[in-house]
């Protein structure tokens, strides 16, 4: 079954083309990074826009990189939710019209649930290229970690003792943020110190240079839910550690000089950042990544189980992956992180996702519309 996967819940407008949910056929992602990178953050409205410009090209180029005709795919997979709604109604619209007028079967996807299945896709993949003996084991927790999402989820694969019954995924949400998601966190720090658009990846390259344990932000208590998150106060701490010192003169200086050049590599950035501010950022970031291990271990021994999955744009940090490698060694669990390009929002996550709905008989209808918010799981 081949199924075509829209994705445009955020900055990133993309399609891609897969088979049973398990082969990529085709996978195009077009990045909005440099419209928005001057703001320091994602304009809803300019995304709207550039999802308008570019869904149509991103779509024929799925299909012509996988040498097929869009009428060759035998249903269509569109992200519904959760996300920013004019972006989302843009590849849904697109979506619903483009099986209408080919008579393909929809479904509607969580975008969370998209991400879940970027572990299970890349697995699959690994699994038949002879590069990974077995594949993940469910019944798993997954960490899902993103800018605009932090939440843990037991996921279970369900189906009858008959063979031929499809598969049917089902989700419970262990934890989740209480304000900013990690990546969002990332991100508004990084605007703090005037290191550039989207923050994450600039401040994995920059802590490598800064002494982790130089401050000590403490660690996070929870009341209620212990396997919820909050970074909003790890993010306040770090505005309190700048403002009136030196280092935000420093910074002051530096988003001038930034502003002054188009592209600016890590190199270059980590030139014009003390040694002050290099060791606040890789403190920083080992604070962020102590609670995201700590949470997920904690969630995987509450629900008995001994896998784990990592996905989202900021499972592609360094520190993230070493730490949870090392924690999962140490404990016995096994561990699965997709590769970098299937962290970050993909359509082929989406159309993996989608198989499975294909498959079971969820399809949507002409009803079919966006949801900022929408929850994956019990």
Request: glycine share 8%.
């Amino acid at each position: 079954m081949l199924v075509l996967g829209i994705e445009s819940s955020c900055d990133e407008t993309a399609a891609a083309i897969v088979a049973d949910g398990a082969e990529i056929r085709s996978s195009v992602v077009a990045s909005q990074i440099l419209t928005h990178a001057k703001y320091g953050g994602v304009v809803p409205e300019l995304a709207s826009r550039e999802h308008l410009r570019k869904i149509g090209p991103v779509v024929e180029e799925a299909c012509q990189r996988a040498r097929l005709g869009v009428r060759d795919v035998d249903g269509i997979a569109v992200t519904e939710g959760p996300g920013l709604v004019g972006s989302l109604l843009v590849g849904l619209v697109y979506g619903k019209a483009l099986a209408h007028a080919l008579a393909k079967p929809l479904v509607g996807v969580n975008h969370l649930e998209g991400h879940i299945h970027a572990v299970l896709l890349e697995d699959k993949m690994n699994h038949l290229a002879g590069r990974r003996e077995e594949e993940a084991q469910l019944p798993a927790v997954t960490l899902v970690v993103s800018g605009g999402h932090t939440s843990l989820f037991l996921v279970e694969e369900r189906r009858s003792p008959s063979n031929s019954h499809p598969i049917v995924f089902h989700y419970t949400r262990l934890g989740k943020t209480r304000d900013d998601a990690a990546g969002e966190a990332f991100d508004k720090v990084a605007r703090l110190l005037a290191l550039g658009y989207p923050g994450g990846p600039m401040i994995d390259q920059l802590a490598r240079s800064g002494d982790a344990q130089a401050v000590d932000f403490g660690r996070i208590k929870m009341k209620g839910n212990p396997l919820d998150f909050s970074f909003s106060g790890l993010k306040t701490a770090v505005l309190y550690r700048v403002r009136g010192t030196p280092l935000a003169l420093e910074a002051q200086e530096r988003r001038a000089w930034r502003q002054a050049r188009e592209r600016v590599s890590s190199d270059e950035l980590r030139a014009h950042c003390s040694q002050a501010t290099l060791d606040l950022i890789a403190s920083f970031q080992n604070a962020v990544v102590h609670d995201l291990v700590e949470r997920a271990l904690a969630a995987a021994n509450a629900a008995r189980v001994d896998s784990i999955f990592v996905s989202g744009g900021v499972a592609s940090n360094s520190l993230l992956r070493a730490r949870c490698e090392e924690a999962s060694r140490a404990q016995g669990v096994r561990l699965r992180f997709p590769s970098p390009a299937l962290c970050t929002d993909n359509a082929a996550m989406i159309a993996a996702a989608g198989y499975y709905k294909l498959k079971a008989g969820q399809l949507a209808d002409a009803t079919l519309t966006a949801h900022a918010s929408l929850p994956l799981g019990t």
